[in-house]
């Protein structure tokens, strides 16, 4: 009986000291219409999961949105977005770093800027 109450006791006390720690988090959808394809989801998700105070990270290409969970006590919405625009891709209204975006494979670039074929001037 004794083992009992003092194994309740213990899980009291654990549940209370989890929820306590419990930091406030905030979820946000930012458009990325620069996302193509596979390629990019990967590598946003996978750089943004390095990013302090990021809980989660979903790229949905096809609807070209970025879901964003994160600590509110280490990061916020515009860093967020900054931290995209560092990959390399458009967020909301900031727009992807030249040098990043310059570094991306041909078919995660945006299509009006994709390598166009040449033209040639007839006489």
Do not use: H, W
């Not at 979903?58 to 006590?73: A, E, N, R």
């Not at 931290?83 to 030249?98: C, F, L, R």
């Amino acid at each position: 009986m004794k083992s009992i109450q003092l194994t309740l006791l213990a899980l009291v006390g654990l549940v209370s000291i989890a929820t306590a720690q419990q930091k406030a988090t905030q979820k946000v959808v930012i458009n990325t219409p620069s996302v193509q394809c596979e390629m990019c989801k990967d590598r946003i998700e996978k750089y943004m999961s390095r990013e302090p105070g990021i809980v989660s990270v979903k790229v949905d290409y096809k609807k070209k949105t970025t879901t964003v969970s994160f600590l509110t006590d280490r990061n916020d919405i515009e860093r967020v977005k900054t931290a995209i625009a560092n990959v390399g891709y458009d967020a909301d209204d900031i727009t992807a770093e030249e040098t990043s975006y310059a570094k991306l494979p041909k078919c995660c670039k945006k299509p009006a800027e994709k390598t166009a074929a040449p033209t040639t001037q007839l006489p």
